[in-house]
């Protein structure tokens, strides 16, 4: 690694910290910088409201914001990689479709059939969402995969995926004509995306299993530069194919499914980001992008959860609609910038 790449990573890293401490620090409430270091150090003279909003929903929120940014633009870069197209992204198999459709028969049939409206249910109903939305990616995953061992062009999978993303949001419209007005509102709040859901031993377990999985994905940097050369020279290489492409897919499945049971359909940083670490990092070379990556995923993450909670809004912005307004025009100047290199 040369001097400015590591320079990149250290001021990458250093934004990631300064943006952590923001989130902590700014909200609707407006808390002390000394009674949020009197909190973080376990100090008791603090009042107890300004104690459970740092430790019970900024620290969860900041944290979770880092992990599932992260994990969504390390998912996106493999699926460019693996597919070769720029506009591949989590989304692109229909994994997060999966995930919503699993949502979507729990939350849409609990009154239809139980009664009770799923929303109702507290802890054990946000419990069941997100073991629906794991339930639903693993199962549309555990498809694409199988169908991967059949089609041999990347093209074809890429179709495929796509019409099993159709094919989910069909039937989710069809759940949502026959179910109650109540159940329809959860749904629709669970799919504007949301890193506050997560908290506790949710909280814990989310970052733990992300902890697992992100240092697991670099364990691919080699194949996915391989995948870069194209399917002949990776065959001459050495790569099995099948193979490669199966544990990348799997791999970014995975991500995708965790994040999504636990955060809903988060968009746009899977796609965006690694365009814009390319830019940064001038190179396609996965030992860079890969961490490169992961950083820049969590450090765009932090910055769209400090916007949805910045100080003047009545609750937080749906996390969607920031990450669209923050990621497109930087992904548009990005892409803008290399035409005019290319023709200069």
């Known amino acids: 690694m040369n001097r400015h790449a590591a320079l990149k990573f250290g001021l ?11 989130n902590l620090l700014l909200g609707t409430v407006r808390i002390p910088v000394g009674d949020v270091l009197s909190i973080l150090a376990g100090s008791g003279d603090v009042s107890e409201i ?44 229909g994994i997060s479709n999966g995930a919503s459709l699993g949502v979507a028969f729990v939350v849409l049939m ?31 995953m555990g498809l694409i995969l199988y169908v991967s061992q059949k089609v041999k062009g990347n093209v074809t999978l890429l179709i495929i995926g796509v019409m099993i993303g159709y094919l989910a949001t069909a039937i989710i419209g069809v759940l949502k004509f026959f179910s109650a007005e109540e159940d329809i509102r959860a749904y629709v ?15 814990m377990l989310f970052v733990a299993l992300m902890c697992i999985l992100l240092p697991l994905s670099m364990l691919l940097v080699k194949t996915m530069n391989l995948l870069l050369l194209g399917d002949d020279y990776a065959r001459n290489l050495g790569l099995n194919l099948k ?102």
């Open 12 to 22: 990458l890293a250093l934004g990631i910290i300064l943006l952590f401490v923001l």
């Open 50 to 93: 300004y104690r459970n909003i740092i430790l019970s929903s900024r620290v969860p929120q900041a944290l979770t914001a880092t992990v599932a940014g992260a994990g969504l633009a390390v998912s996106g870069l493999q699926m460019q990689t693996v597919f070769r197209n720029p506009l591949a992204g989590p989304s692109v198999l």
């Open 110 to 140: 609990s009154g239809s059939l139980g009664g009770v409206a799923l929303s109702r249910l507290g802890y054990l109903g946000d419990a069941a969402m997100s073991v629906a939305a794991i339930v639903g990616a693993l199962a549309v």
């Open 189 to 203: 709040v669970w799919g504007l995306g949301s890193f506050a859901r997560v908290s506790g031993d949710q909280m």
């Open 243 to 344: 193979r490669a492409r199966l544990l990348v897919i799997g791999c970014s499945g995975v991500l995708v499914a965790i994040v999504t049971a636990y955060c809903g359909p988060v968009m746009f940083i899977g796609l965006a980001v690694p365009h814009l670490c390319r830019a940064i990092f001038r190179s396609s070379d996965h030992r860079l992008l890969m961490p490169g990556t992961l950083l820049t995923g969590a450090a765009l993450a932090l910055l769209c959860n400090l916007i949805a909670r910045m100080p003047g809004f009545e609750g937080a912005l749906p996390v969607n609609s920031v990450t669209a307004l923050v990621g497109a025009p930087i992904i548009a100047s990005v892409l803008f910038r290399r035409r005019q290199s290319k023709e200069e």
